[in-house]
């Protein structure tokens, strides 16, 4: 985004602000924006209005959410450019829009990354994910959590997908990210990146053959009505952070910094049951629109394919050690 869009976004969302804040708010609460690009019935928004409700009730009214969902503000890259110029203080992104700030950030991306859910949850709530939160602090934000976006698998209009050699000549979708790339056409796809709401014509239209994500986007974007085969690929587990302005962040007290601390991890493990349950309910509709589920995938086999990647990782004098680090959480009880 080009500097004087990012000026007439900031200017048009103060002027927003100001008309919506309520005449009789005192002047010793501090008004925060929130923005992110889901709707109000995903189960990211519903935990992020649930950490606004924990700060305010932990901080007894002192610090106030203004939250900003479907993307009112911008894209992720858009919003993320608006925390560093201080014009939203806190936003959620998934981990593959920061690696443009921050390489380490690719490192979420690397495919089976994580061994399997316990692996990444034992990872995300661990010191290693903290010191790549730190990562862009010096680019004016942070991470502060996480939330689960699930497991993404390979999904088709038409064709199961078990083996590498069954994704052959198939186009698949897949996010603007270099590391998304290279893992498709090591995993024997061609990749074709691809704005996210375009993908359901691009299926219907037969532009692309699939994609890759998880569950929910079979329902929640109705990709279950053209795509029908979904396949266990189990190839990647990305997170999405709440990421908080570095500026507004250090001028808080230290009692506030901790609320807000407090509140993201209750709103992370909030999120948890709710994903789950969400998850759940995406497979049973799922099936009701024809979808057919294949477990029956050879997960190893597309392991190895993408191994070249783990051994670029290994090379990589700063990404070596944290992924190390990761890989050695692996086994821990």
Not at 224 to 241: M, N, W
Request: proline share 5%; with cysteine; aromatic share 10%.
């Amino acid at each position: 985004m080009n500097k004087g869009v990012i000026s007439v976004l900031s200017g048009a969302l103060i002027a927003l602000s100001g008309c919506s804040m309520p005449s009789e708010v005192s002047s010793s609460v501090t008004l925060l924006r929130l923005a992110h690009n889901m709707n109000e019935g995903h189960p990211v928004h519903q935990s992020l209005a649930y950490f606004a409700e924990r700060v305010r009730e932990k901080s007894g009214g002192e610090l106030v959410f203004q939250l900003y969902p479907n993307g009112q503000l911008g894209s992720e890259r858009e919003v993320i450019e608006l925390i560093q110029t201080g014009a939203v203080d806190v936003t959620k992104v998934s981990a593959t829009a920061l690696e443009s700030f921050s390489n380490v950030y690719s490192l979420f991306s690397v495919p089976y990354l994580f061994a399997d859910p316990e692996h990444y949850y034992r990872v995300m709530d661990s010191d290693v994910a903290t010191d790549i939160y730190q990562q862009t602090s010096d680019n004016g934000f942070f991470g502060l959590t996480y939330y689960d976006s699930g497991i993404r698998n390979v999904y088709t209009v038409d064709t199961p997908v078990r083996t590498p050699e069954d994704m052959r000549g198939l186009k698949l979708r897949v996010q603007p990210s270099q590391t998304a790339l290279e893992m498709i056409r090591l995993m024997g796809g061609a990749p074709t990146p691809m704005a996210y709401g375009e993908v359901y014509t691009a299926l219907q239209q037969g532009v692309i053959d699939g994609t890759e994500n998880n569950e929910t986007a079979l329902t929640s974007s109705n990709h279950g009505e053209v795509a029908k085969e979904y396949s266990y690929t189990a190839h990647a587990i990305v997170p999405d952070l709440l990421i908080f302005s570095q500026h507004r962040w250090q001028s808080f007290t230290p009692q506030q910094q901790q609320w807000l601390r407090e509140a993201a991890i209750e709103s992370t493990e909030f999120h948890k049951e709710l994903w789950a349950q969400e998850i759940e309910k995406a497979v049973t509709r799922a099936e009701e629109m024809g979808v057919n589920f294949h477990h029956d995938v050879d997960v190893e086999a597309f392991r190895e394919a993408v191994a070249p990647m783990h051994e670029r990782v290994l090379e990589n004098p700063v990404l070596a050690p944290l992924y190390e680090r990761i890989q050695a959480l692996e086994t821990e009880s």
